[in-house]
């Protein structure tokens, strides 16, 4: 199933990567912040098990400076996807690393001014005060994940014609708060 039961672990996993990555960026003379972001950072959301994790930093120049480390512990910048300030990054299978190369993960590398940061962090936000909204997206998911016929690729191209509207309201609501 593409769709799977909350899994508490999730939490787990996403600390074993975030010490991973804080092991692999320490030195910088800069603050940044790790955020667990997505369906699995919410609790008692039904999900796909993949964690997904923003860097996020304070000024521009120090994007380099972590994409360099980040291409150090196994990772490639695969660009923005088509989402300005979202940088994505991948395992590119050249190093080894237990929990980097064996918990799926998806990374991406913000600015603090990064609309998309915003959305990740306050839908993450609303999904986690709204129960209400949490059940309706998890059907939601369900739906989409049974007309994509358990295809990951079609469902992720579904999810994004038809859950993004869902998103925007929800997230609308948790400004109002």
């Known amino acids: 199933m593409l769709i799977v039961n909350y899994n508490p672990e999730w939490i787990i996993w996403f600390e074993k990567i975030k010490l991973a990555l804080n092991l692999g960026l320490i030195g910088l003379d800069f603050k940044y912040r790790i955020e667990h972001v997505g369906s699995t950072s919410v609790p008692n959301l039904d999900s796909k098990p993949i964690i997904d994790i923003d860097i996020v930093y304070q000024k521009e120049i120090q994007f380099n400076e972590i994409k360099l480390r980040l291409m150090e512990i196994g990772y ?21 690393n237990k929990t980097l190369d064996q918990i799926k993960h998806h990374l991406y590398v913000c600015p603090i001014d990064s609309q998309a940061l915003n959305r990740h962090i306050l839908s993450r936000e609303a999904l986690r005060n709204n129960k209400n909204a949490r059940i309706e997206y998890q059907k939601i998911k369900y739906k ?14 579904l999810k994004e014609l038809y859950v993004n509207d869902f998103i925007d309201r929800i997230i609308e609501v948790e400004k109002t708060k």
Request: proline share 0%; charged share 25%; glycine share 8%.
């Open 144 to 157: 989409l994940a049974v007309k994509a016929n358990q295809n990951q690729k079609l469902y992720a191209e």
């Open 76 to 96: 490639y910048h695969n660009g923005n996807q088509g989402i300005e300030k979202r940088e994505v990054f991948k395992r590119n299978g050249t190093t080894n």
